[in-house]
């Protein structure tokens, strides 16, 4: 037994004297220095979008975001140069919004307890993480005050919530039993509107109850009235502004229109003439549909009449045409006011 201790004691001590053991008994300098040659992040390619939520823009700046993964690219269009949000938690970013000032941008995330985080553009760092989901975020928006977040759960998760998200609070919160995968704030920040599979519906905050941050409240939930379109899917929603402030339009799909009027009736609607539709953007003057294959469809949100298809954007890798007054494509932009769209996009 004593050979045996001996032998055990000098395979220790020749253990201690490899320079494998030595190398990680570093000075202090030597760690600073090793952090100095980390690998950083300059350019990210591709998107991780998983539909029309996983993208966002700030009219100020002029930042687009979108995830790739567990990071947020800021785009500068105009520098063509990325600046990055690292997700610290490595779970996938799956929506993301920014703040009406564009000083904040609010991100919804995959796997298990999910997290809502509210990061600073600027510093590009954390501010808040609001956590409530259980399986993912589907969609998440700034209420036009700034004051609220509203996150909707992934469908098995069934639940949309409205934070008071600068005192990490549920300030009311609701089931949903719909898969839904578009949120859009009133411009008084009085309610908000989900639309997703045969879904459209009116969620309404009493600002007196939701005051009350020490306990939630349930958030009263009125469903659109869509009438012989019941069966659609709504693939995205955006409330009216300035005179429209009181509509809701809505788009499918199978590419129809939809303007739903202040007693949550479907109202009227238009065909888009399109395969498919995905997105919708409205301000004052215009709605903006996008359709299949880069087509954007322009629509007046007064009377829904058909305004002109924008000139799609040109292949990557080509040289853009210098559009004139005189350019032969922009003559063949449809522009007469009241029709359909003449082509199929």
């Keep these: 037994m004593t050979v045996e201790n001996s032998t055990i004691k000098n395979r220790i001590k020749n253990l201690l004297r490899s320079p494998s053991i030595k190398l990680r008994k570093n000075k202090t300098g030597n760690n600073k220095e090793c952090l100095g040659n980390k690998v950083t992040l300059e350019k990210v390619l591709g998107i991780t979008a998983a539909g029309n939520r996983a993208l966002a823009s700030d009219p100020r700046s002029g930042l687009v975001a979108y995830p790739a993964g567990c990071v947020v690219v800021l785009l500068n269009p105009k520098k063509s140069k990325q600046y990055h949000i690292l997700n610290n938690s490595r779970k996938t970013i799956t929506t993301l919004a920014f703040s009406p000032d564009g000083k904040h941008v ?57 934070w008071a998200w600068k005192k990490n609070v549920v300030v009311a919160a609701n089931k949903v039993s719909s898969k839904v995968t578009a949120v859009s704030f009133s411009d008084d920040s009085s309610y908000f509107v989900t639309a997703g599979n045969r879904h459209v519906k009116f969620w309404y905050l009493d600002h007196a109850k939701s005051s009350k941050v020490n306990a939630t409240v349930p958030l009263l939930g009125r469903s659109g009235l869509l009438g012989e379109l019941r069966n659609n899917f709504f693939s995205d929603v955006a409330c009216g502004k300035g005179r429209k402030a009181d509509s809701t339009f809505c788009i499918t799909s199978s590419g129809l229109l939809c303007e739903f009027n202040d007693k949550r009736l479907l109202d009227k609607w238009v065909e888009l003439r399109t395969g498919l539709a995905t997105s919708l953007s409205v301000t004052e003057d215009l709605i903006f549909c996008g359709c299949a294959d880069g087509t954007v469809r322009a629509f007046s949100p007064v009377n829904l009449h058909f305004i002109c298809t924008l000139p799609r954007p040109h292949c990557l890798a080509a040289t853009a045409p210098r559009w004139g007054p005189c350019s032969q494509t922009a003559k063949h932009v449809p522009r007469v006011s009241g029709g359909l769209p003449p082509d199929k996009g």
């Excluded at 298990?112 to 993480?129: L, S």
């Design 106 to 162: 609010v991100t919804g995330e995959s796997g298990h307890v999910p997290a809502v985080r509210v990061w600073d553009v600027t510093e590009r760092t954390q501010v808040a993480e609001l956590q409530e989901h259980k399986y993912g975020v589907a969609c998440v928006a700034f209420s036009p005050n700034s004051k609220y977040i509203v996150s909707v759960g992934y469908q098995h998760d069934m639940i949309v919530n409205v």
